[in-house]
Nanobody, 115 residues
Framework: QVQLVESGGGLVQPGGSLKLSCAAS????????MAWYRQAPGKQRELVAH???????TYADSVKGRFGISRDNAKNTLYLQMNSLKPEDTAVYYC?????????WGQGTQVTVSS
């Protein structure tokens, strides 16, 4: 059973930075793709950033230039570096991994951007 565990969320002031981590129970490079999603209260879950097995990255327009998705194959960990955070980035952030073309999700980590 594939397991994904997020960490690194918290409270940060507007303009600040956070780095989220997603530890995987399987080798990161064997996933078909991985991604970060987020869900704000009363809103649908939305894609934030995506990385293919080949390393190609894509971002939601709302985070381009501010967020960066990366992975460390040796540590089996996916990251999301978030800079210049805004109050509208407040949400629960979820890690998703596509393994054998099936999606697996972490439990989520809360990010709150507030002064």
């Amino acid at each position: 059973q594939v397991q994904l565990v997020e960490s690194g969320g918290g409270l940060v002031q507007p303009g600040g930075s956070l780095k989220l981590s997603c530890a995987a129970s399987e080798s990161i490079f064997r996933f078909n793709a991985m991604a970060w999603y987020r869900q704000a209260p009363g809103k649908q879950r939305e894609l934030v950033a995506h990385i293919t097995s080949g390393g190609t990255t894509t971002y939601a327009d709302s985070v381009k230039g501010r967020f960066g998705i990366s992975r460390d194959n040796a540590k089996n960990t996916l990251y999301l570096q978030m800079n210049s955070l805004k109050p509208e980035d407040t949400a629960v952030y979820y890690c998703q991994g596509i393994w054998n073309w099936r999606p697996y999700w972490g439990q989520g980590t809360q990010v709150t951007v507030s002064s």
